[in-house]
């Protein structure tokens, strides 16, 4: 038997009004947020020691690459001139163009300056010295960026190690009355040394490759400026 169009509407009333009634009774669950500071707060003393790390990663990395940065330029006309003055016997103008240059192959030149009249052997030493020395100055700090990219995550995972081992001793200190709550909190709270320790060390690798890069170039540079300084001795004057 086909039912009526009004059973049928009371049908479907009916059947609206229970849906509305049980989506109703449901429990509303609000959203649970986490920000990043609260993580922090919660990672321990050890995220003391990764934010003071992090933040002296970050002044070397800005204060090395304005210097190394700045060493790699190169003045075209620089070594033309000294050329010049070199042959036309003007050794002080030589000096002071040097000076005035304030960069590490401009202090290389003036190095083999001094020593011109000498074996070449001891001008090429004398500028590969002062060279080893420019390298060096701009290397400074590399060993932080390095100890920090291999030893910030091992600290974080040394606090994964003693939030987990205090989650343990939370579970057996509660007994049967332990909550899955109380050790999946324990264990979120671990790993968020181990996530800081990570970042703060791949930052610090990416920081010291891109500095050991520049500097290489900025070797490059000195060889370069070297052997074009050791061939402007050998050519005659004209």
Known sequence: MIPSLDSAATILSDTIQSAASVAQSAPVTSEVTLSVWDLCLKGGPLMIVLAVMSVVCIYIFVERAIVVNRAARSDESFMKRIKDYIHEGELESAMNLCKKGNSPYARLIAKGLTRIGRPMNDVLVAIENTGNIEVANLGKGLPWLATTAA??????????????????????????????????????????TTVAGLIVGVIALFAYNYLVARINSVMNLLEGKTMEFMDLLNEPAE
């Open 151 to 192: 030893g910030a995550p091992m600290l974080g995972f040394l606090g994964t190690v003693i939030g987990m081992v205090q989650a343990f001793f939370d579970i057996a200190s509660q007994g049967t009355s332990a909550s899955i709550s109380t050790f999946s909190a324990g264990i979120y709270t671990a790993l968020v």
